[in-house]
C-alpha cells in the first residue's frame, strides 16, 4: 500500500465514450501526477499539479482532460479516445514539486475499443 | 532535448551484484536522480535518489561520479524476487525546456536460480 489509490484497476471503453479516472492520496502531499505507461515504452509525463494548480502539460491532446479539485484527489477525464490510447495510466504524488520522491498508485488499465 | 537512457535486459544469478547505469547527458546542477523499481500491474516504487558521489540504503547503493552524466545502481546480492523493471529518474528542471521528471527508458532485470 503506497498511500495512493486508483479507480477503476481496469476500463474498457469506445472510442465514443467518455469516461473518468480517479487518483486519491493519503499521504498529505501538495504535487500529484499523471504518467502514461505504453506497452515497450518508458513513462511519459502527462499533467503535473502543485497546491491545485497545474504546472506541466507536456503537449497532450485536449481529449484527456485533468481535474484536481483539492490537493488530495486528482482525475482524468477521457473523450473521443483513439486505439492508441490503450495504456497504463498511473497517477503518482510527491510531498512537493521537483526532487521529490514519487509515490505511484496501482495505475488504470485502459483499453479503448 | 532531455534523454535518459538504459540498458533494455539484464540476466543475473542469485547472490550475485548488479549494476545498472542510466545516461542523463544533459542534467543540471540542481537535477537529482533517482531509481524506481516496478513489478507487473503495479506502478513504479522508490528505490533510491542521490545528487553526487555514493548514497546507500537498506536495499542499494547509488554511485554518481563527478561529471554526473551516468549514474550506477548497485544491488547486493539479488534474489529471484528482485526481478522487475528498473527505472532511473531525473529532475531535468529547467534544463529541458519541455518537461520535467524524465524516466529512463527501463531495465528489465531477471535473477535466476
Known amino acids: 500500500e503506497t498511500g495512493v489509490t486508483q479507480t477503476p484497476r481496469h476500463l474498457v471503453m469506445g472510442m465514443t465514450n467518455k469516461k473518468s479516472l480517479k487518483c486519491e492520496q493519503h499521504l498529505g502531499h501538495n504535487a500529484m501526477y499523471w504518467y502514461k505507461q505504453s506497452a515497450k515504452k518508458p513513462l511519459e509525463l502527462m499533467f503535473v499539479y502543485n497546491f491545485k494548480e497545474q504546472t506541466e502539460n507536456n503537449s497532450v491532446p485536449s481529449r484527456f482532460s485533468p481535474e484536481c479539485p483539492n490537493s488530495s484527489h486528482l482525475f482524468l477525464h477521457l473523450h473521443t479516445l483513439q486505439p492508441e490510447d490503450s495504456a497504463l495510466y498511473l497517477c503518482a504524488s510527491s510531498q512537493a514539486e521537483g526532487g521529490e520522491k514519487l509515490f505511484f498508485g496501482s495505475g488504470t488499465q485502459l483499453s479503448v475499443l | ?113
Open chain 2, 1 to 113: 532535448l532531455a534523454k535518459t537512457t538504459q540498458p533494455i535486459s539484464m540476466d543475473s544469478y542469485e547472490g550475485q551484484e548488479v549494476n545498472i547505469t542510466c545516461s542523463h547527458n544533459n542534467i543540471a546542477t540542481n537535477d537529482y536522480i533517482t531509481w524506481y523499481q516496478q513489478f507487473p500491474s503495479q506502478g513504479p516504487r522508490f528505490i533510491i535518489q542521490g545528487y553526487k558521489t555514493k548514497v546507500t540504503n537498506e536495499v542499494a547503493s547509488l554511485f554518481i561520479p563527478a561529471d554526473r552524466k551516468s549514474s550506477t545502481l548497485s544491488l547486493p546480492r539479488v534474489s529471484l524476487s528482485d526481478t522487475a523493471v528498473y527505472y532511473c529518474l531525473v529532475d531535468y528542471g529547467a534544463t529541458s525546456g519541455t518537461y520535467k521528471y524524465i524516466f529512463g527508458t527501463g531495465t528489465r532485470l531477471k535473477v535466476l536460480a
